[in-house]
């Protein structure tokens, strides 16, 4: 019997690992996705539930559980932002330095980064995200936001693209 099935079946220990193997990049996706911690926390609570449920819709014959829990994190993601439907703050994040002048160099590099991958269309966030911060593959990716391969390369090609454009004053 896999983790997910256990887990189902109330068995706490399951979920636990099930939640200890893949809560980490879940929420820095979500987090990204939606520039809110509080809202990251929400969406991966509510991705966890989701996988509990009766009528989940997971199938590992179809995808792996890793790129499902990714997607049921999006789709979240979207309909916090079709709710909204207006801007959200990004999150902060601490940043570690070992003198001032590092800290605030680090501090300004990563405001310029986060602010340029903020201003990418949604879909070439999304996939920059799951490439660069997850280190999933181009399959991975387009599993989860359910494009082809070519179609995900291509978003990924204008979404590095677009922040050299944007970056080059820091390079």
């Known amino acids: 019997m896999d ?3 256990e887990a189902r079946n109330g068995r706490e220990d399951a979920f636990l690992q099930l939640f200890d193997d893949h ?8 987090c990204r996705l939606s520039g809110s911690v509080a809202d990251a926390e929400d969406v991966l609570q509510e991705c966890f539930l989701a996988l509990l449920r ?10 792996t559980l890793r790129a499902y829990l990714f997607g049921v994190v999006r789709n979240q993601c979207l309909k916090r932002w079709r709710a909204n439907a207006s801007a959200s703050e990004p999150g902060t994040e601490p940043v570690d330095g070992s003198n ?3 800290h605030l160099l680090r501090g300004e590099v990563k405001d310029a ?5 903020r201003q990418l ?3 070439q966030r999304e996939i920059l995200i799951l ?3 997850e280190q999933m593959s181009l399959a991975e990716i387009a599993q989860v936001v359910e494009l082809e391969v070519t179609a995900v390369k291509s978003r990924l090609q204008r979404a590095r693209a677009q922040l050299k454009e944007r970056l080059a004053a820091y390079i």
């Open 23 to 30: 809560h980490a990049g879940l929420f820095r996706f979500a």
């Open 100 to 102: 001032p002048e590092s």
């Open 3 to 5: 983790l997910v099935q």
């Open 54 to 63: 009766p009528d989940c819709s997971y199938d590992p014959r179809r995808t």
């Open 121 to 123: 269309p949604d879909t």
């Open 113 to 117: 980064v986060a602010n340029a991958v």
């Open 131 to 133: 490439a660069h911060y």
